[in-house]
C-alpha cells in the first residue's frame, strides 16, 4: 500500500514516514511549495501524482496561539485545505484520514470525551480544526476522522522535548496543574494510523468504519504530572532534570484558552479497529529513552 501524507516535518509525519515501512506500506510525504494547504490548487496535483491508495492529512496551522491574532490563516490551512484534501481524496477514490484535534471541544466535560459529545471550541485554531472536520465529512465520502492531544515524540516541537530543554537552564519549572488530558505517543500514534489506512484500503462507501474516532493514549496526567513523569524518567538515564511546582491555568496566561479536560476516550477505536494506544506513562519512558540517547 502507497499514502500520501500532508506535511514533512511534523511528528505525525515523521513517526509516518518511520512506521510506514515497518508495515509494508511506502508513505509519500508532501510538503511545500509541491503541496501547500494554505493554496488549494496545489493539493490535488500533487495527491494526484504520488498514485497513491489512501491519504492522511497531518499538516495543519498548530500556532494555537497565533491564531487568535491570524483567524484567517488558520482557517484557511485548516478548514479549507483541509476540504482540498477531502476533495481531492473523493476524486482520486481513495480514502482519507485526517487528524482533529481536542480544541473542538471547550473542555468542560466533567468525563473523557466520546466522538457523539457536542463541539464548542474556545477559540480560533479550534473552530478553524472545527470547520475542517466539517469539511472532511461533506466532501469525501471514505474518510476516517482522528481527534488526539497532547500528542509527544523525539520529533518536532512538544512538550517533552521542550521541558527536557528547559531543565537544562532551571533547577525550577511551574507547570500547569489544572489541564487534565491521556498524552499520546506520535509513534504509537502512526501505528494505529496505519492499522486503521491498512484496515479500511478498499472499504465502501458505505461501510460503517467511516467517521470520527478519538487517539489517545491509555491512562490520564496533568500538564504538570507529565513534566514530573518526564524529568524522573530522564533523571533514571542520567538525562537533565527539574524540580516542578504546580501552578493553575490563570498563572500561566495564553493568548488562546485551553481546554481544562482534554481527555479523550478512545473505546470507540478499539472496539471498531481493535486499535489502543499504550499507556502514557511507558510511552513516557520510550520517548524519554530516545531523546538521551539511552
Same mark, same amino acid.
Request: hydrophobic share 40%; with cysteine.
Given at each position: 500500500?502507497?499514502?500520501?501524507? !500532508? ?7 515523521? #513517526?509516518?514516514?518511520?512506521? +510506514? ?20 490548487? !496545489? ?24 491564531? &487568535? ?16 484534501? /477531502?476533495?481531492?481524496? &473523493? ?23 466520546? &466522538? ?14 472545527? %470547520? ?6 461533506? =466532501? ?12 509527544? #515524540? ?36 502512526? %501505528? ?12 465502501? %462507501?458505505?461501510?460503517? @468504519?467511516?467517521?470520527?474516532?478519538? /487517539? ?5 496526567? !496533568? ?8 524529568? /524522573?524518567?530522564? +533523571? %533514571? ?5 527539574? &524540580?516542578?511546582? /504546580?501552578?493553575? !491555568? ?12 482534554? =481527555? ?6 478499539? @472496539? ?13 519512558? =520510550? ?8
Amino acid at each position: 500500500m502507497k499514502i500520501a501524507v !500532508t506535511g514533512t516535518n511534523g511528528q505525525v509525519v515523521t #513517526s509516518l514516514i518511520e512506521i +510506514g515501512p515497518q508495515r509494508g506500506v511506502e508513505m509519500v510525504a508532501l510538503g511545500r511549495p509541491m503541496l501547500d494547504l494554505a493554496d488549494v490548487a !496545489t493539493i490535488a496535483p500533487a495527491l494526484a501524482a504520488t498514485g497513491a491508495d489512501g491519504g492522511v492529512n497531518a499538516a495543519a496551522y498548530t500556532a494555537v496561539d497565533k491564531a &487568535e491574532s491570524e483567524p484567517d490563516a488558520a482557517m484557511a490551512v485548516n478548514g479549507a485545505g483541509a476540504g482540498a484534501v /477531502a476533495d481531492a481524496c &473523493e476524486r482520486l477514490g481513495v480514502p482519507l484520514i485526517h487528524i482533529s484535534t481536542d480544541y473542538v471541544f471547550d473542555g468542560s466535560k466533567p468525563a473523557p470525551y466520546v &466522538e457523539t459529545d457536542p463541539v464548542a471550541p474556545l477559540g480560533a485554531y479550534g473552530a478553524s480544526k472545527l %470547520e475542517g472536520e466539517r469539511q472532511v465529512a461533506e =466532501r469525501c465520502r471514505r474518510r476516517v476522522i482522528l481527534r488526539t492531544a497532547w500528542v509527544f #515524540s523525539p520529533f518536532g516541537a512538544n512538550f517533552a522535548k521542550t521541558m527536557l530543554r528547559v531543565a537544562g537552564q532551571r533547577p525550577q519549572l511551574g507547570v500547569v496543574d489544572d489541564q487534565q488530558g491521556c498524552p499520546p505517543y506520535a509513534p504509537d500514534l502512526a %501505528e494505529a494510523i496505519v492499522t486503521v489506512a491498512l484496515a479500511v484500503k478498499g472499504a465502501a %462507501e458505505n461501510d460503517s @468504519r467511516w467517521g470520527i474516532y478519538h /487517539a489517545a493514549g491509555s491512562g490520564e496526567t !496533568t500538564w504538570c504530572g507529565f513534566a514530573r513523569e518526564i524529568f /524522573a524518567r530522564s +533523571g %533514571e538515564r542520567g538525562g537533565p532534570v527539574a &524540580e516542578v511546582n /504546580a501552578i493553575t !491555568t490563570d498563572q500561566y496566561p495564553t493568548p488562546a484558552r485551553r481546554p481544562a479536560n482534554s =481527555r479523550l476516550d478512545g473505546g470507540k477505536l478499539a @472496539r471498531v479497529f481493535g486499535v489502543r494506544l499504550p499507556g502514557w506513562r511507558d510511552a513516557t519512558a =520510550r520517548c524519554v529513552a530516545r531523546l538521551t540517547g539511552a
